[in-house]
């Protein structure tokens, strides 16, 4: 017997090293001949049964929309796509700041750069924070696991500014941990104690958001598990609903009397209302302005979310540049742009991008996307490379109970610390010691369509007129 296993041993060697010195040796002849046939298939069969079909195929339908449309087909059912649009929207990157290099000086670096701001200048108690970066709304229990909330809650904290509850439920702890919050005001059940109205720093009216507008939703138990059931005050077997709209027959009058209400429970705070960006922005600034908002958010077309119908995300809205420039431009005309505070969001990712909206007239940016991105900093690896990287932050998501607070609440402090850094080197650079110094004056494009919207010099024109006045002495 062990002569024979010797000899089985053997074999199995040999031919195992046969094998290794086959293809050592033989690699080339086995991939000849495997170009060869694939080759001559490519290039004999008809289009019809060509696998090659697919490059123009692609081409004309895109890997998305075919991914989308076979989703359709296997399900009957609406798709809810996550993270908002993928399509390209106009956007910041044309726009750059005009640099000072000579005169006026550039403000030492060892010198602070003052970025603190004040949102509801005319409330009894307007929301004051130290940076103008604030963190958007992203629920708890429709969106985010509890861990993400309380971490992001504590980034808030630390780095001095105010984070948004979203339309989910509001955790005694997430209040206890937050500093500055903002309590959204839903087309919901949940989050109206008055106990929580009035822990509020401010008050935002959802009216609608960037990726999803006003639309309302049904989400089953088995959509919404967990503590975050019992906070929103759910039933084992009830849906949570977001209704359409705050009233049956809704008006302006209720609207107004709702905000009154609110302004009185508070004793003074903030009230806004958030509204995506659509195409009669002025008549919804009117709107507003006529039910006596103190702030408006104001929601782009590439605003994300945890999941909206690709129509809804896609082909409604407007982008957030030119959202901010009409809000801005209408608020000037009725001659209200120093009593209504303006936040934007959507599309922001990084400081170029908040400095520049900045710039453009806004008073603050809610951060989303990037900031969910920051929480989940190195805890995203826990997902992947089987599950995409959000599976560890949303109440639904597959590794959320490996979530730590403490790490999430670390590099999400560390993302805004890093981005208003950098947001302050560029204002050093352009000579200016405050946020507050920043206008629309200090920007330029180089794309002349851009330059024309927004109201900036055209960096080739501005070179030319230059040019013609010193040829004019």
Do not use: C
């Not at 809650?153 to 903002?182: C, F, H, P, R, V």
């Amino acid at each position: 017997m062990p002569d024979f296993l010797n000899y089985t041993v053997f074999v199995m060697i040999f031919i195992l090293f046969a094998f290794f010195i086959f293809i050592l040796f033989g690699w080339r002849w086995i991939m000849k001949k495997i170009t060869k046939s694939v080759a001559k298939i490519v290039l004999s069969d008809s289009y019809q049964e060509n696998i090659i079909e697919l490059m123009p195929g692609l081409r004309h339908m895109g890997i998305q929309n075919m991914i989308e449309n076979s989703l359709r087909s296997e399900s009957g059912d609406v798709l809810h796509r996550p993270l908002g649009s993928s399509k390209k929207w106009p956007h910041l990157d044309s726009i750059t700041f005009i640099p000072t290099q000579i005169l006026p000086p550039l403000i030492d670096g060892e010198e602070d750069v003052d970025v603190a701001t004040t949102i509801g200048p005319r409330a009894k108690k307007p929301l004051k924070i130290q940076i103008p970066l604030m963190i958007s709304g992203m629920a708890y229990g429709i969106a985010l696991s509890e861990q993400v909330r309380l971490a992001l809650a504590e980034a808030a904290k630390t780095t001095g500014t105010a984070i948004n509850s979203g339309e989910g439920g509001i955790m005694q702890e997430e209040l206890d941990t937050a500093g500055k919050y903002i309590l959204q005001f839903a087309k919901t059940e949940w989050s109206k104690e008055t106990k929580k109205i009035k822990r509020a720093d401010m008050i935002e009216i959802k009216f609608g958001q960037g990726a999803l507008f006003g639309v309302g939703a049904k989400i089953s138990p088995e959509n919404l598990t967990g503590n975050a059931r019992q906070v929103m005050g759910l039933k084992e077997d009830e849906d949570a609903v977001i209704f359409d709209n705050f009233f049956e027959n809704q008006t302006l009058k209720d609207l107004k009397d709702l905000i009154d209400e609110l302004r009185k429970i508070t004793g003074g705070v903030p009230i806004g209302a958030k509204i995506g960006a659509g195409g009669k922005i002025e008549q919804d600034i009117d709107y507003l302005l006529e039910i006596g908002v103190d702030y408006i958010a104001i929601d782009g077309g590439q605003a994300a979310t945890l999941g909206a119908p690709p129509i809804l995300t896609d082909d409604m809205g407007i982008p957030s540049l030119h959202a901010i420039i009409r809000a801005v431009n209408h608020l000037e005309e009725r001659k209200k742009r120093d009593q209504i505070s303006l936040i934007v969001s959507g599309g922001m990712l990084i400081p170029g991008h908040f400095l520049k909206m900045l710039a453009l007239g806004a008073d603050a940016i809610y951060v989303g996307s990037a900031m969910l991105f920051a929480v989940a900093h190195g805890q995203s690896l826990n997902a992947l490379p089987f599950e995409p990287p959000t599976q560890a932050v949303w109440n639904q998501g597959k590794f959320k109970d490996q979530f730590k607070a403490e790490e999430g609440a670390k590099t999400a402090e560390s993302f805004l610390t890093s981005s208003i850094e950098e947001m302050k080197m560029a204002l050093r650079a352009m000579g200016k010691r405050s946020l507050n110094e920043l206008t629309k004056k200090d920007l330029v494009s180089y794309d002349e369509h851009v330059a024309k919207m927004v109201g900036i010099p055209y960096s080739f024109k501005a070179w030319e007129e230059e040019q013609q006045q010193i040829e004019k002495g």
